[in-house]
């Protein structure tokens, strides 16, 4: 853990004061290029973030490698040109003084073996040394050392055509780089089309495994999958052999999970704990195309943080993609770069005063992100909408293009803002959420909604206050980010109730509250002050409730509905 001590090394007076005073995630820098292996560390602690730029066409060959840096533990970024052919971002190795990377093919077909690169000189070396393995994979990341130190290790993933199957795959090198073996994990389970979803997903059942050491000595490997969990496989000889691998207790479907073990050997996870909404509708295809797939579950991304991966703690949203609401989303940034614009994919590093940098996101939406690791540890978060719908996912689908891989807006949506601000009834200045249902017959749902997120906690409360107009709202408490018009969100809930017009006096301010206890599996309903009626769990989570969802309960044109003026947690 060399890297923090470094990073310190080069701040300034100015530059600690400023570093200390983050705690809530802020943007400071933007790279030129999707997050994954590009993030490093020199051996004087100047940070970098590798990249490209001028593409002519998607994947450009002849785009013109470069990357930001920063010698002030992320605060603030300069502009540098790399050598063409250069090796790129890696992993220093202060015991060889060497660089090491492991390349990754763009896709399987027609793929070179994966290689290993090795520098004595640094990540703008143009004759470093290769190794060709005989193997093919991609979605490679980046090596670190296990095993006290002893032990380098990547993992990647490889494909098998005639199955259709993706394999997890994990690298071992005990010489620092010289000579590698690797282990082909199972593949997960492959999803099955299943209620409410009428068309299948795209299969990537195993793909873009990372790994991280746990402190009774065993290794824990998390792998992407179409189903709505990630895989979790363990090793207990240090990745020489390992399980076939299960469901994991960490929702996410065809994203990118991130391990980064901290100084003090905590483990923090980086992943999108979101769900997709359900393709039960009939999709737009465009001619020739059979791909139905949309991501519609790539706009929220989330951080955990455990010290002995059986209790973790968190589950916060780190960042809310800014382009979420755009009705140009397919299109927007119209470069090369730009089919992808989701906030999945992670690389991040420790720095000094209990911070962490993170590198996150695809194209327009890639930023980098300090903040305070306590920050995962708070029991409260409040919301009345004076930042706006800065901490809110309101957003609606507009009936697009399903899949279209070639070109722009890659398996997206166009959208538009749901829920809207509007002013109070008092006009005493504020303004409140407007929640009510549209009749717009070029959105997929009409149903509008607000999402909201706050540090998990299987014990706590919750206050709404709400102003019924017209018809009352469906409440669902929940472990996962959905969609605000995800209209079976109920099925997944932890709890779920309705606030009707027999609960809700029409047009006065009350105060809902939701006092929730996982322990004795129910959530008693209040308002103000004097109970309403108990709400039993409908399913079980393992890591306790992090969301609430509030969604109109019209099933048709209602443009009053219910305004929210506030939402105020506190957990136990």
């Excluded at 220093?92 to 090491?100: G, H």
């Excluded at 994979?137 to 005639?162: E, H, W």
């Excluded at 209620?195 to 299948?200: A, G």
């Amino acid at each position: 853990m060399w890297k923090v001590d470094k990073i310190l090394s080069k701040l300034d007076e100015n530059a600690i004061k400023r570093l200390k005073n983050i705690y809530e995630p802020i943007v400071v820098g933007k790279p030129y290029e999707d997050a994954r292996k590009s993030i490093m560390v020199m051996p004087d602690g100047e940070i970098r973030v590798y990249g490209h730029y001028g593409y002519k066409t998607y994947r450009d060959k002849d785009a013109s490698p470069c990357y930001i840096s920063s010698i002030d533990g992320g605060l603030t970024w300069s502009f540098h040109d790399a050598p063409k052919g250069c090796m790129g971002p890696c992993v220093y190795i202060p015991e060889k003084n060497r660089y090491v990377t492991v390349t990754m093919a763009e896709s399987f077909q027609g793929a070179p073996k994966t290689s290993v690169l090795i520098s004595e000189v640094g990540p703008n070396d143009t004759n470093y040394k290769k190794i060709e393995l005989d193997i093919t994979t991609t979605c490679a990341f980046q090596p670190k050392l296990i095993k006290n130190g002893t032990r380098l290790v990547s993992t990647a993933q490889c494909y098998d055509k005639a199955n259709d199957d993706h394999h997890p795959v994990f690298f071992y090198s005990d010489d620092f780089g010289d000579s590698w073996k690797w282990v082909v994990l199972k593949s997960s389970e492959k999803y099955s089309v299943r209620y409410p979803n009428k068309v299948p997903r795209w299969e990537n059942n195993g793909g873009e495994p990372v790994v991280s050491e746990m402190p009774n000595g065993k290794l824990m490997l998390i792998a992407r999958t179409s189903l709505d969990n990630f895989y979790v496989y363990y090793s207990s000889d240090m990745g020489e052999t390992w399980t076939d691998g299960e469901d994991s207790y960490f929702n996410g479907t065809l994203t990118t999970p991130f391990f980064l073990q901290l100084k003090d050997k905590r483990t923090m996870f980086f992943f999108n704990n979101t769900q997709k909404l359900p393709l039960e509708k009939e999709c737009i295809m465009a001619k020739g195309s059979s791909h139905r797939h949309v991501f519609t579950n790539r706009d929220a991304n989330h951080v955990a943080i455990t010290n002995d991966f059986i209790n973790w703690t968190g589950f916060r949203e780190m960042h809310l993609n800014p382009i979420r609401n755009r009705s140009d989303y397919r299109t927007y940034g119209n470069t090369y770069q730009s089919r992808d614009k989701s906030v999945h994919q992670f690389q991040a590093i420790e720095l000094p005063f209990n911070k962490v940098l993170v590198c996150m996101g695809q194209s327009e939406t890639c930023v980098l992100k300090i903040f305070d690791i306590d920050w995962l540890y708070e029991k409260t978060r409040y919301e009345d909408f004076s930042k706006g719908l800065e901490n809110l996912s309101t957003h609606l689908y507009v009936k697009s293009y399903s899949g279209s891989m070639g070109i722009l807006g890659h398996c997206q949506w166009n959208r538009v803002n749901g829920a809207l601000l509007v002013p109070t009834p008092e006009l005493d200045g504020r303004e409140a959420l407007s929640i009510c249902h549209t009749s717009d017959p070029r959105l997929y749902s009409n149903k509008q909604g607000v999402v909201w997120n706050f540090p998990n906690a299987k014990r706590g409360s919750i206050e709404l206050k709400l102003y019924r107009l017209t018809k009352g709202v469906s409440v669902s408490l929940l472990n996962r980010w959905f969609n605000s018009c995800d209209e079976t969100v109920k099925n997944h809930a932890v709890f779920n109730f309705k606030l009707t017009e027999n609960e809700l006096t029409e047009k006065e301010w009350e105060t809902i509250k939701i006092d929730f206890d996982l322990n004795d599996k129910k959530a008693l309903i209040s308002k103000n002050g004097k109970l309403l009626f108990e709400s039993e769990l409908l399913n079980e989570v393992y890591h306790g409730i992090s969301y609430i969802h509030i969604q109109t309960d019209c099933d048709k044109g209602d443009y009053e509905g219910v305004l929210l003026k506030s939402m105020d947690f506190k957990g136990e």
